[in-house]
């Protein structure tokens, strides 16, 4: 058999997927933001609406109306603003994490990464109402909270419901999809490496900012990539944490969908955040190519 | 005064003694080689020196200064690891230029030096590469080079070459002879191999157990073993036990059971009825059916079996007692092809009377 026909036969079953569960609902979207909205939701068909303009039941009215408002795109940017920042903050938490994993005896290395997972076997809705009850006015979490910023001289507020909550509830939900590539990566650092920075005169840090950290990069853009572009398309955390305030793009397109019904227009605004994810997926795989054979 | 001392220094792992009250005292510019079988705490002593360990007993002195309390980053102490440890997201001139970067060198100097130092390894022109676009060889001296640039008072190697060809092995042997003659550093070796250790050192602790065995320049070592261990681990040797049956001045006679009474000169030690071990290096043995004049100690037996190695051939000979001695005899002197002798030939093996060394126990 030619190495041809192998490696058609051994990509066949990962196209297959992507052609299922990607390509064709993305192909479904595209056609569905060319139509009109129908009646009574959903779309309408493609002859025969008694538009005597219309070419077989397409437009581009939806996209003229994304880009006519800014809200629309306003609303973008807020959700990008949130992602980079869940991002960040996922980082910022899941590095010294990861670290301190990876670096801890092989032994229990494999029982601290299981704790990291552990949420995953409780029901993700459940855990957000966890959030609710931590987060809610008479919690001690709230009030230690506002016993903090009140030494800064700021106002008590209250947490659910506000900008806050979906950023704590989205570090939660995001954490370990950082927490586990970062960890995979670290883990693998030759330990001989960070002695030999020591003994060429590095102190401790400038041996993680000369040795450790370079060499996780790879697993800091593939966290990045796997926590922005979820946190970018989310709605169920703004929904159930976040104010009349907290609405992000995720909750639009699904207003669109199940509230508004209007089908259309909620692709078009899928249709751009697919885009963006892609981008992203693209940036990330791109800057975390492995430099080294 | 010494460079490095290493004063009674202990290191346990549980009751286990792995380094066990050693004393070194290793001068400027030496070529100092730790020498030992597998297990017998070279990496120990050596991460000790290094500072990545520290001793539960002793104390280690550079240049006059206890280091007891200095971390490796501030010991002018840098080291080669067998691993290498090369940088691999840096290119061979980020990693050679990296102690000089910790040490806040000044930019305009870095480059010079690296350049410099990669000529001093003949690597030159290898800046832009990254370690895994190098062999073997090339990767080892980036490691030397690195080590070396900002001039440490005292370079560790821990068994630098163990991961090269014997072809190459060779050929950085007698660049790393060079290289420490030039840059006149002490350094401080470790291998478990004796041939490499007997060709690069200017003196070698042999150690087993964690114990220093022998201190001694390699001729010394090599020809006056001290002890059983010594002789056994330091070349090919015939070690023969007997009892010292007389003695006079510093002639003695030594009766090994299953060989005969072997006569002895030039060893000190030995009383009459003490028990000793002959150690005779196969070299020094004669074989034939004939036998040099000069030696003093003649027995009959028959080739056993032999190992050619290509430029000698070792052979065993069991004499009529029943003891078994290996001969080693250059293949120069036979033909292209021939050998000399074949097992069941009969022989005699003969050695001068100062050409093995009275080990008393
Ligand atoms: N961290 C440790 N914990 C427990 N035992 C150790 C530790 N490090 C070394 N040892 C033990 O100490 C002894 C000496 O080890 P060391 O690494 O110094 O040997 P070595 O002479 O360098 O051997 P090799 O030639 O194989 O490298 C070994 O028996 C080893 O098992
Ligand atoms: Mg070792």
């Not at chain 1, 230690?144 to 009140?150: E, I, M, P, V």
């Not at chain 2, 100092?32 to 990545?52: D, E, N, Q, V, W």
């Not at chain 2, 080079?145 to 060809?165: G, M, Q, T, V, W």
Request: with cysteine; hydrophobic share 45%; net charge negative.
């Amino acid at each position: 058999m030619s190495t041809r026909v192998q490696k058609w036969i051994l990509s066949g079953p990962p196209l297959l997927y992507l052609l299922v569960f990607f390509a064709v609902p993305v192909g479904i979207m595209v056609v569905a933001s060319f139509r009109y909205a129908g009646e009574f939701g959903g779309l309408a068909p493609l002859f025969g609406t008694g538009d005597p303009d219309e070419v077989a039941g397409l437009t581009v009215e939806s996209y003229q109306r994304f880009f006519d408002d800014r809200i629309y795109l306003e609303l973008f940017a807020k959700s990008f603003v949130y992602a980079v920042l869940t991002t960040v903050a996922c980082l910022a938490c899941a590095y010294p994490l990861s670290l301190m994993i990876a670096r801890s005896p092989k032994k229990s290395r494999d029982l601290l990464v299981l704790l990291v997972i552990l949420p995953f076997w409780s029901n993700f809705l459940i855990r957000v109402y966890a959030w609710m009850i931590i987060l809610g006015p008479q919690s001690l979490f709230t009030r230690a909270f506002n016993g903090l910023t009140g030494a800064f001289g700021l106002e008590p507020m209250p947490l659910l419901f506000s900008p806050i909550a979906v950023l704590i509830g989205l570090v939660y939900v995001h954490l370990p999809f950082m927490v586990l590539p970062l960890y995979a990566n670290l883990e693998k650092h030759d330990p001989a490496l960070l002695d030999a920075a020591q003994d060429l005169g590095a102190n401790a840090w400038q041996r993680f900012w000369r040795i450790t950290f370079p060499l996780s990069l790879p697993g800091v853009y593939a966290g990045a990539a796997l926590v922005f572009i979820p946190a970018l398309g989310i709605f169920a955390i703004p929904d159930l944490l976040g104010g009349t305030d907290s609405m992000l793009i995720g909750n639009l397109v699904k207003q669109q969908f199940l509230d508004a019904r209007d089908w259309p227009f909620g692709s078009v605004l899928s249709i751009v955040l697919t885009a963006a994810a892609i981008l992203f997926a693209g940036l990330a795989a791109w800057f975390g190519r492995p430099k080294r054979a | 005064m010494a460079l490095l001392e290493i004063r009674n220094v202990t290191r346990r792992f549980g009751d286990f003694l792995a380094v066990d009250d050693v004393s070194l005292s290793i001068g400027t510019g030496e070529f100092f080689t730790l020498l030992g079988p597998s297990g017998c705490g070279k990496t120990t002593l050596l991460r000790m020196i290094a500072g990545f360990d520290a001793p539960d007993g002793g104390e280690i002195v550079l240049d006059g200064q206890s280091m007891t309390d200095v971390p490796p980053e501030a010991r002018n102490i840098h080291t080669v690891f067998q691993s290498y440890a090369l940088f691999p997201h840096m290119t061979v001139a980020d990693n050679i230029a990296f102690p000089l970067r910790m040490a806040k060198c000044p930019a305009a100097d870095i480059t010079p030096r690296v350049k410099e130092a990669l000529d001093d390894v003949s690597l030159a022109g290898m800046e832009k590469r990254f370690p895994h676009e190098l062999s073997g060889g090339q990767r080892q001296r980036v490691a030397v080079a690195r080590a070396l640039i900002s001039r440490p008072k005292l370079l560790l190697l821990d068994e630098p070459l163990a991961a090269l060809d014997a072809k190459l092995k060779e050929r950085m042997q007698l660049e790393l002879i060079t290289l420490q003659k030039e840059v006149g550093i002490t350094f401080v070796y470790v291998t478990h191999d004796q041939e490499e250790a007997l060709a690069l050192s200017h003196r070698i602790a042999v150690m087993n157990k964690g114990r220093v065995e022998q201190l001694d320049d390699p001729p010394t070592i090599y020809s006056f073993p001290k002890n059983r261990f010594v002789a056994d681990f330091i070349g090919e040797c015939n070690l023969l036990d007997g009892t010292v049956a007389s003695q006079a001045g510093d002639a003695m006679t030594l009766d090994v059971p299953g060989l005969g009474s072997v006569r002895i000169v030039g060893s000190p030690g030995g009383s009459p009825g003490a028990a000793g071990t002959l150690a005779l290096r196969p070299e020094k043995v004669s074989i034939g059916r004939e036998l040099p004049a000069d030696c003093a100690n003649r027995f009959h037996g028959r080739v056993f079996d032999y190992l050619y190695t290509g430029d000698v051939t070792l052979y065993i000979v069991e004499v009529e007692g029943g003891q078994r001695v290996e001969v080693m005899l250059p293949n120069s002197a036979v033909g292209r092809s021939s050998k000399f002798f074949e097992p069941g030939d009969g022989v005699q093996v003969g050695w001068r009377d100062d050409a093995g060394h009275f080990l008393p126990d």
